[in-house]
Each structure stands twice: as C-alpha cells, then as structure tokens.
C-alpha cells in the first residue's frame, strides 16, 4: 500500500496545503500509484511583488513520509526558457536539486512539513531565475554564470 492510502488523513493535508500555495492547484495519484500536487506557484518578494509564476509537479516517494524520502519536484513550465543541467541544479528529467535529504532540516513527520518546502522551494526558484537570467548574459558576453 502506498502512503497516501495508509494515511489519507495526511494526503487531505498535504491537498489542502498545497491548494493554497498553487494557483490552478490538481492532486492526484499516477499512473505508477504515486500521489502527487501540481500547479502554479509565484516566486514573490518580500513586499508582494510577483516575480515570476512558474508550474511545478511536486511527486511524493511511496514510502513518504519516511525520512531522507522527501517528494521531488518537477519544473513542468519554463522548460523551452531555462537551461537545465550542469550548475543549474535542474536534473535532466526537469527535477528541482533542492538539497540533501538528510541536510533539509525538515522533518517530514510532521503534518505541516509542506509549508517548510514550500518555503525551500520558493527560495530556490527564486535563485533559479537570478541565475538562469545570468546565463542567459553569460551567453553574451562570454562571462561564466554563478
């Protein structure tokens, strides 16, 4: 059995956490048995300012929420923009490399651990743009994209 099916308590939490950090929010389970969430999540400032709305897939592992299993999450828009590979730290199949599991810091355990990964997630993306606007310069002028 997978987890969302011993735990569909928490698979209606993480749903509902989800549904309201993601804009045009879908939940389900795939072809594989894998619960996931998708949807639009907005890369913002401090004051509110939208930066950027990017799609992602977040896939939750079987064996979630056992630790050092944290979900992954796939960039579903922005492929024909950014590069992907190399320091972009997006895997080749589009997967964000967020950290290391067992250096996150979050506790998986824990009902509310979406938020913390939202928040990892968001600072990420935040970087990503930063870094994939340099490359895109990087291919201008020459210079290496840090």
């Not at 956490?17 to 619960?35: H, K, N, P, R, V």
């Amino acid at each position: 059995m997978q987890w969302h099916e011993v735990m569909p308590h928490r698979w209606e939490q993480e749903k509902s956490i989800a549904a309201a950090m993601l804009g045009d929010f879908e939940a389900g389970i795939d072809s594989t048995g894998c619960a996931f969430v998708c949807g639009l999540f907005s890369v913002v400032s401090e004051h509110g300012h939208v930066y950027e709305t990017i799609k992602i897939r977040i896939t939750y592992p079987p064996n979630f929420p056992t630790r050092n299993q944290p979900p992954s999450v796939y960039l579903e828009s922005h492929r024909g923009r950014w590069e992907k590979g190399g320091d972009s730290h997006i895997e080749y199949d589009w997967r964000l490399c967020l950290f290391v599991p067992s250096e996150s810091g979050i506790d998986f355990q824990d009902a509310n651990s979406l938020n913390d990964f939202f928040a990892v997630v968001h600072t990420f993306l935040f970087k990503q743009r930063v870094y994939q606007r340099r490359l895109v310069r990087s291919q201008l002028d020459g210079k290496k994209a840090v």
